[in-house]
């Protein structure tokens, strides 16, 4: 017999386990707490919706892609505890508005953009909560990009700031110039910031993310033998992120060898993230192997009639 509680915070079911005729009146006093706990538990609220127009979802989408660029501190991005602190309520207002929008009539391709948007802010959630490359992870702070990635973003967790050298065309206009000078002042406040924000024990990230720091050295290098000429202001600004980067290096290497081993990584967050920001069905390595040869079986029995492709031969 099931019968409902009159807890405020829901309509919840207990078994009216007292009627019950093999249990002892000791057992059933004994299981009553435990039974009355369950029945009080509140139940997860569905989200209010709200809308059902695309149009509020460009809206949000614009909003959320202001508030994810991080303010400014002292000339470099704020990436401090104390500003993701701070931010994380106005986050959680926008993820809510997300919640609140019903995609379901809508055509694919919108609902599409929808689930674009929800990975979106859920990787903004996961790295808040556990990667927190700016704390964990040195190679976060490198600045300076000389190719384009293969991705159509950076790989990796990135800063907002990236200088990317390589959509520069050399000698410089005086718009450029000064754009790149801009971007390279940025260098020297944002690696004196990583000197307070980087908290983490991961000996392996700090000891791999020196690499990328001595690359960002070299290339700062080869940009003011080879790119600037004698130009003073750009010479002043590349010689001023040297010298920050030389100093990072330093501290990186000393504060290295304090660091523990790191501990295991967490499967079950690793799983989450896969799903939920790249939205991939993974379930483990085993699993996504075999998910990853059925699908390519799948493919290679739709397509066996098909001509084969030639090799691309330009570039």
Known sequence: MLVKTNHPFKDHVIFSYFQLPNMTLKAKLLWFPVLFIIACK????QPLITSHDYRDLVTLFNEWHSFEVPPMLSGAPDYTTESFDLRYPEFKKLQSRLSSIDSSGWPIDQQVDYEVVKAEMNGYDFNYRILKPWQRDPAFYTSIFMERSDVPAHEGPTPHGAIDIWQYSFPLRPEAKLKLIGELNTIPPFLMQAQSNLTGNAKDLWITGIRPLRTQREDLQFISDSLIGQDPDLTTAVRSAMTATDQFITWLEAESKTKPDPPASAKKNYTWYQQNVHLVPHLGRRSHAA???ARASLVSAKTR???????????
Request: charged share 30%; aromatic share 0%.
């Open 42 to 45: 509140p139940k997860e609220t």
């Open 291 to 293: 998910q990853t040869r």
């Open 305 to 315: 009639r098909t001509p084969q492709q030639k090799p691309a031969t330009t570039p």
